[in-house]
Structure formats: structure tokens, C-alpha cells
């Protein structure tokens, strides 16, 4: 894991450690690539760093006889961006598994960005799709590396076969993957749906205790910010145009859009205070008001 990590370039900003049976991988899930820009079907939720996110994943793995389920992250990349499956609608059903939900997917429904992410509704950072920007950024870019892990402590991969090979039509499972001759069994990406892992072949005991990033919250002594953290944003309905996140160097950030020739944005910026943030919004999801606060991880 330290390996895949380390060849593919992203050592700098992801550490591996092993402990209790798990490699520990540890990021801000924060990418260095380009983000949210082009996206139609907004959440109008924008990506915020989360320092120190750990993503356990075993490292002994053992095939299941269930796959399972996960309205959350189930794998992380090797940059440390968490890897969801392709759908938007809550957790997939064993029903769900062995059918196309093009009502929830995130791709057909232009929810992504061009780097095949978008943020959650916990204003964090996460593929649905294959990692397109992600891969481009690797030293040994390509289809065959392994681009991440799953929590179960299989790996996943490009669209080819690690020996560089095309993938036969109908040889991946109900999750994505097929078996490994090093590793049991490994996951791939691929160009129609379920486009990347979607649910957990191995087994994973304590599934519920997997970590989730935690939502932003308001600062304490806030006065303007709601209490509860920053809400979760509501689709505009039809989707939004020209929308466009940019950063600045001293670590502002701000995604501006339009709706119905309107003009929204939603814009922070680092306080003093460590992983906390001074929020400007005007939001469809607000009615169109400013609202101010200050949110921290």
C-alpha cells in the first residue's frame, strides 16, 4: 500500500502507517487538481479540506459471501480523495447492485466534474466515477496501476488488467472486480456504469464504524452561523450553468454559478483558527440571501 501510493507520485501529501491489522492512510482528502468546475447538477455544497482523515484498510483480506453496502466512502484513491460508488441516492439496496440506477447516477445526471469527483454534502471531496485528473497526475499514469483501496484491503484499478491487458466483456462482478492471482481479488474502473467499485466484496466486520467526514460546524460564539453547521445545499432544479471553482494562493476559494441569469457564489476563507473558515454565500437553496458564518472540521 505504502508502495502504491509512493509510485504513484503522492507520498508528499498521504501517509501510510500499520496498526491493529490496518494500514492506516491518512489525507486531507483535499486533491491537487482541478475541482467542481463545469458541474450542472450542484448541491451547492463546495470542497473544504478535512486534515487528518484516516482510511483504514485491512490488510488481510477475506473474500465474503454478501457484498455490501455503503451511502459512504468505500475505498480511498492513492491521493487520499475518498472513492464512493457511482450513485447519489443513498445506499444501494442488494437489489440496487444488479440494476442501472440512472435516476442516481451521478455521472449521467452531471453532478460530477470533468475529474469524475464533486463535494458531498459534508463539503468534502470525493470520486464517483474514475479519478480521470487524478490518474493524469500520477508518475506512473496509466490504466494498469492500482489508483486505490478498497476497505476490505483489495486494490483498485485502471481499466486494464494489471499486466496491462484489456478487461474480456461481462469478466467483472456485481461489484466491479474479479479475481487476483497476487491479491485474491481487485476492483477496476470502467467506461459504463458501475464505472468504479460499488460495493465491498471482501468482508469488513465493524462496516458501520468506517470513518465519514465530518461536516462542518459552526465555530463557537458564532452568532451568525447556524448552530448546526453549515446546512446541506437542495439541487437547483434543472441544474445550474457556468459554474466555476477557483482557489487563490492565500487559500481562498470560491465557486460562482448562475441560475435562471442569476448570479450565486459561495466563498471562504481561512481564519486564524486551524480548519476553520469565514463563509460568504448566496445560495438558490437560500432564496438568493447572503449569509455569513464562520464553520471549522
Known amino acids: 500500500m505504502k508502495a502504491s501510493v509512493q509510485d504513484a507520485g503522492f507520498a508528499d501529501s498521504v501517509s501510510v502507517t500499520c496498526q491493529d491489522g490496518k494500514a492506516l492512510i491518512t489525507s486531507d482528502t483535499y486533491p491537487d487538481h482541478e475541482m467542481m468546475t463545469g458541474i450542472v447538477g450542484t448541491n451547492e455544497q463546495v470542497p473544504v479540506p478535512a486534515s487528518d482523515y ?91 496501476p492500482i489508483i486505490g483501496w478498497a476497505f476490505d484491503g483489495y486494490p483498485i484499478y485502471g481499466d486494464d488488467n494489471p499486466d496491462g491487458s484489456h478487461i474480456a466483456m461481462d469478466v467483472l462482478d456485481v461489484c466491479n472486480g474479479q479475481p487476483d492471482d497476487t491479491f485474491g481479488y481487485r476492483y477496476h474502473t470502467s467506461e459504463q456504469a458501475p464505472y468504479i467499485i460499488q460495493c465491498l466484496m471482501g468482508e469488513v466486520p465493524e462496516a458501520k464504524d468506517l470513518p465519514r467526514v465530518p461536516p462542518l460546524k459552526a465555530a463557537s460564539g458564532d452568532t451568525q452561523a447556524d448552530s448546526r453547521g453549515r446546512p446541506a445545499g437542495t439541487p437547483p432544479q434543472g441544474g445550474v450553468e457556468d459554474l466555476v471553482f477557483t482557489q487563490q494562493a492565500d487559500g481562498k476559494r470560491s465557486m460562482d454559478y448562475t441560475y435562471h441569469g442569476e448570479a450565486y457564489y459561495i466563498r471562504y476563507t481561512p481564519t486564524d483558527t486551524p480548519n476553520c473558515y469565514d463563509f460568504e454565500t448566496r445560495t438558490v437553496t437560500d432564496g438568493g440571501d447572503v449569509k455569513t458564518g464562520e464553520y471549522c472540521r
Open 54 to 144: 484516516i482510511s483504514p484498510i485491512a490488510l488481510e483480506s477475506t473474500l465474503g459471501d454478501t457484498p455490501q453496502t455503503r451511502d459512504a466512502a468505500l475505498g480511498v484513491a492513492v491521493n487520499g480523495v475518498p472513492i464512493y460508488d457511482y450513485t447519489g441516492g443513498g445506499e444501494m439496496s442488494q437489489d440496487d447492485l444488479s440494476s442501472y440506477q440512472a435516476k442516481n447516477d451521478t455521472l449521467a445526471t452531471k453532478q460530477l466534474d470533468a475529474c469524475g469527483g464533486h463535494a458531498g454534502r459534508g463539503d468534502d471531496y470525493h470520486y464517483h466515477v474514475k479519478p480521470v485528473c487524478m490518474i493524469d497526475k500520477m508518475k506512473n499514469a496509466d490504466d494498469n
